[in-house]
């Protein structure tokens, strides 16, 4: 009598479900990486699945292709699947590609040539079915180990969205660690905190924390493992209550594009540059920080403005995706009198500066030989700004070293740099003068620069740190790293390439006068050639392979090699 209601019933709830995805692998799913990781300069956006080199790739559901990039860095190669529900897929750092994707990719770079390609065929040229083979796993990219990284994103905003939510089956019963709890605490009138770190592992937190100052944040280190693998991830929830009420939290849903970068200001990036450790922040310091979908969170919230003498319950709980969780409880009191203190008292000494920048508003700093722009977003809090001017005659140097504050305080986006050379530089030198960035090494790296009419050099910056004018007559390195001169049954050659101060290279190569593809893999700065049907070099003859290779400052090198094949 009541089968045909709940018929209905069940026919309604399965209509509204989300479109079924089934894993991008078969077989077990061995996550390396979770969605929300901590990585330099943006949350990682994806899983990793690790797998071997050329595991077939599936299409998680119907659709079609919407893109096909292939670099020397980032995701190496990758495909991008569009689905009728407004998901977007994204597999990246494959080694080999389906072979309908691959032609097409190898005619048009062989049309343009060029390696890099960025493929956006429209929604009919490629459609795919659930299941059906798009690629094989890979290691290309700035990828360090044959993995799959896979995304699931918003199509029409691009925004990334936990993968995990497509339901896929990953055993974990693990909770997180907890491995460091750090309480930060503002003197009056100071934009600057003062961190002191207790070790969770080895019991190091004590059952009550004084503190001098009434203003106090936590942050906490902490890692998740599934089942079947060593790695420690990061985890998915963390949130903060106060005497049982919560006071902040966060988790890894959804993560805007344009927010990835306030991964800076959401932890602890002093520690990061000088530690490579990895601190989530249980505050905010500025409300655009947030990535959250619809109620962020208002700038300064989980901060604790602590009355005098009045015992505060803290707790402090993690959680993965699968709702494991771990937390960390301790009772805090602001104790201004003489006693135990888990902070420095009183107000700290302004360190020696020469600016004060407002967060939130856009500044300028113009001196002589430099000028720096830096918008309303730039800065996370009000900042002392340190500069220093040094004098630097060494050869290539055309200007002073310019010392902008520290490479430990985060600058979110980019700044405008400007710099002026001692003397005016004679228009035969003008092509090799770059701007770079001194590393702790002393060695500089390039991070471009354009002249401006009134003889100064311009460029954007991602960080703070020493930066000056120098000349580049240095050309490209080229070695050979697989490239026998009889090449009679063999895959292919491969060379090494290098610029000393860095930056993108120009390249092309050729056999015989024709173009051939050279693959080009960032991170090992190899350029790899793989004979193909598309280019047949053969006939058991001398071959002569050229190479002109050429940096961001127009210093060439050239490379010939004669070979049989």
């Known amino acids: 009598m009541h089968l045909p209601l709940l018929l209905i019933f069940a026919l ?12 991008p692998l078969r077989g077990p799913l061995l996550v390396t990486g979770t969605f929300g990781e901590l990585r330099s300069d943006h949350y990682h956006g994806g899983l990793d699945f690790r797998a071997s080199v050329g595991t077939p790739v599936r299409s998680v559901a119907d659709g079609y292709v919407s893109r096909v990039r292939v670099s020397g860095g980032g995701f190496g190669q990758a495909v991008y699947v569009d689905h009728p529900d407004g998901k977007r897929s994204v597999y990246g750092h494959l080694e080999v590609l389906a072979p309908e994707l691959k032609d097409t990719i190898r005619k048009l770079q062989y049309a343009r040539q060029s390696f890099e390609i960025d493929f956006r065929p429209d929604s009919l040229a490629y459609p795919v079915g659930q299941g059906q083979v798009i690629g094989g796993v890979g290691n290309r990219g700035f990828s360090f180990g044959p993995h799959l990284h896979f995304e699931i994103r918003e199509a029409a905003t691009d925004a990334q969205l936990n993968p995990l939510s497509l ?243 985060a600058l979110h986006g980019r700044a405008v740099l400007r710099l002026r050379p001692r003397t005016v530089v004679p228009d035969s030198l003008r092509e090799r003068v770059y701007i770079g960035k001194c590393g702790s090494d002393g060695a500089p790296r390039t991070v471009g620069g354009e002249w401006l009419p009134d003889g100064s050099m311009q460029t954007n910056i991602g960080a703070f740190g020493d930066y000056a004018l120098l000349l580049d007559r240095e050309p490209p390195e080229v070695r050979i790293r697989d490239f026998r001169s009889d090449l009679r049954g063999r895959p292919g050659f491969s060379l090494f390439v290098k610029d000393a101060v860095g930056g993108e290279l120009g390249y092309r190569g050729t056999v015989d006068g024709e173009w051939v593809l050279l693959e080009y893999d960032a991170k090992s700065g190899t350029l790899t050639h793989t004979f193909e049907d598309m280019r047949k070099i053969g006939g058991n003859t001398t071959h002569r392979f050229e190479l002109e290779i050429t940096d961001g400052r127009g210093n060439r090198t050239t490379f010939t090699r004669d070979f049989r094949r």
């Open 12 to 23: 309604l709830y399965s209509f509204f479900l989300p479109a079924q995805y089934a894993p």
């Open 167 to 409: 339901g896929f089956v990953i055993p974990d019963t693990r909770q997180p660690q907890l491995r460091n709890l750090r309480l930060y605490t503002w003197a009056d009138g100071e934009p600057e905190s003062t961190a002191v770190s207790y070790d969770l592992i080895r019991n190091e937190l004590p059952d009550t924390l004084y503190v001098a100052a009434p203003r106090i944040g936590f942050g906490l280190k902490a890692y998740d493992r599934q089942n079947s693998m060593p790695n420690w991830n990061g985890i998915y929830r963390a949130n903060l209550c106060v005497d049982s009420t919560e006071v902040f939290s966060f988790d890894f849903d959804r993560v805007p594009l344009e927010k990835t970068a306030y991964i800076n200001a959401l932890t602890d990036y002093r520690e990061w540059r000088r530690n490579s450790s990895w601190y989530y922040l249980l505050y905010t310091p500025v409300a655009e920080a947030g990535f959250w979908a619809e109620t962020p969170p208002a700038a300064g919230d989980g901060i604790l403005n602590l009355p005098a003498g009045v015992p505060k319950r803290v707790n402090i709980t993690a959680t993965d995706y699968a709702g494991n969780t771990s937390s960390v409880e301790v009772v805090v009191v602001h104790q201004p009198i003489k006693g135990p203190v888990a902070a420095t008292s009183g107000k700290a000494a302004a360190a020696p500066h020469q600016y004060f920048l407002p967060a939130g508003e856009a500044s300028i700093i113009d001196t002589a030989g430099l000028r720096l722009e830096l918008d309303e977003l730039a800065l996370y809090e009000d900042l002392r700004f340190r500069y220093v001017r040094l004098e630097d005659a060494s050869e290539g140097y055309l200007s002073d070293v310019h010392q902008l504050h520290d490479p430990e305080t």
